[in-house]
């Protein structure tokens, strides 16, 4: 069984920036890994993510331009790289794994393998 973890997150002032690392118990390279956040009394909410066929990547509209996701083939690790981040930006996150994405990479149900989380904070 895949086990998945977080890291990198950390207090960051706005404006800043943070890399996160999603690390597997086996290499990532055979799943498809998407970012998830949940900020307190909010839904969760896909960020990212990167396909394990193609390398496509997906961004929400809330952080295109702004975070970028890719996949270090030889560590079998996923970064998520977050610039200028805002004080919306503060949740944990979350980063799964999935065989097979059979939908849209938003929906978490679709991924097999979840991390622990790691808390990132945007404030002043």
């Known amino acids: 069984q895949l086990q998945l973890v977080e890291s990198g997150g950390d207090l960051v002032q706005p404006g800043g920036s943070l890399r996160l690392s999603c690390t597997g118990s086996?290499?990532?390279?055979?799943?498809?890994i998407g970012w998830f956040r949940q900020a307190p009394g909010k839904e969760r909410e896909g960020v990212s993510c990167?396909?394990?066929?193609?390398?496509?990547?997906y961004y929400a509209d809330s952080v295109k331009g702004r975070f970028t996701i890719s996949r270090d083939h030889a560590k079998g690790t996923v970064y998520l790289q977050m610039n200028s981040l805002k004080p919306e930006d503060t949740a944990v996150y979350y980063c799964?794994?999935?065989?097979?994405?059979?939908?849209?990479?938003?929906?978490?149900?679709?991924?097999?393998?979840w991390g622990q989380g790691t808390q990132v904070t945007v404030s002043s």
């Open positions: 799964a794994a999935a065989r097979l994405l059979r939908g849209s990479y938003r929906d978490g149900n679709l991924y097999d393998t």
């Open positions: 086996a290499t990532l390279n055979p799943y498809t």
């Open positions: 990167i396909s394990r066929r193609d390398g496509s990547t």
